[in-house]
Antibody, heavy 120, light 108 residues
C-alpha cells in the first residue's frame, strides 16, 4: 500500500521557521519526483515546489511566492522528503500536502496534509 | 511563468446535465502537459485527466479532456451526484507548475 505521511506542522510566529517531513512507503521513492502543494482554508491549490530524483540531479523548482524562503530536500535512504520554510508570513498559513506523480503520468499519490499556522 | 485562468468560477447544474469547464493559459503549455483534478470537501485532490485528454486510472468515461496550446476544456457528459465538487487545472510542462483558481460545480 502506498503511503505519504506528512509531519512537522504547527503554530509558528511570523518570521519564524518550520521544517516539514514527508515519509513515503509502498512505491519507488528514489526514482520519483516529490512535490509540495498547499491549500489555505477555503482557498484553491497552490504548487509550492518540487525536487526531482537523483537521475535528474535532484533538481528543484519553486513557486514565486516561496522562492528564496522555502527549500525542498530529500533523503532517499530514509524515503523522506522535506520542506524547510524560513521567514514565514501569515499568508503561508495552509495545509501542506506532499505528492508524487507516477512516471507514466496516469496517476499520483497524495498525503493527507499537515497544517501550518503562522500567527503571533 | 504561466498563469491559468479557469471559468466559470461556479457552475450550477442538475444531475444528468453536461458540464463544460474551461482552463486558459497565459502562454502555450509545453507538450499539452495539462492536468485536471477533482476535489471534494475534506478530501485530497484526485487526478482525472493528464496530458490534456488522457483519463487517469479508474476515472469514468463521462469525464473527458480536450484542447491544446492555451485553451483546454474538461467535459462531464452527464453529471452524477458524486461529481459535484471543485475542479482545478494544472500545467506541468514548465516550472512553476501553477494551478488554476478552480471551478465549483454545484447542484442547482
Amino acid at each position: 500500500e502506498v503511503q505519504l505521511v506528512e509531519s512537522g506542522g504547527g503554530l509558528v510566529q511570523p518570521g519564524g521557521s518550520l521544517k516539514l517531513s514527508c515519509a513515503a512507503s509502498g512505491f519507488s521513492f528514489s526514482g520519483s519526483a516529490m512535490h509540495w502543494v498547499r491549500q489555505a482554508s477555503g482557498k484553491g491549490l497552490e504548487w509550492v515546489g518540487h525536487i526531482r530524483s537523483k537521475a535528474n540531479s535532484y533538481a528543484t523548482a519553486y513557486g514565486a511566492s516561496v522562492k528564496g524562503r522555502f527549500t525542498i530536500s530529500r533523503d532517499d535512504s530514509k524515503k523522506t522528503a522535506y520542506l524547510q520554510m524560513n521567514s514565514l508570513k501569515t499568508e503561508d498559513t495552509a495545509v501542506y500536502y506532499c505528492t508524487s506523480p507516477l512516471a507514466s503520468g496516469n496517476g499520483d499519490y497524495w498525503g493527507q496534509g499537515t497544517l501550518v499556522t503562522v500567527s503571533s | 511563468e504561466i498563469v491559468l485562468t479557469q471559468s466559470p468560477g461556479t457552475l450550477s447544474l442538475s444531475p444528468g446535465e453536461r458540464a463544460t469547464l474551461s482552463c486558459r493559459a497565459s502562454q502555450s503549455v509545453s507538450s499539452n502537459y495539462l492536468a485536471w483534478y477533482q476535489q471534494k470537501p475534506g478530501q485530497t485532490p484526485r487526478l482525472l485527466i493528464y496530458g490534456a485528454s488522457s483519463r487517469a486510472t479508474g476515472i469514468p468515461d463521462r469525464f473527458s479532456g480536450s484542447g491544446s496550446g492555451t485553451d483546454f476544456t474538461l467535459t462531464i457528459s452527464r453529471l452524477e451526484a458524486e461529481d459535484f465538487a471543485v475542479y482545478y487545472c494544472q500545467q506541468y510542462g514548465s516550472s512553476p507548475r501553477a494551478f488554476g483558481g478552480g471551478t465549483k460545480v454545484e447542484m442547482k
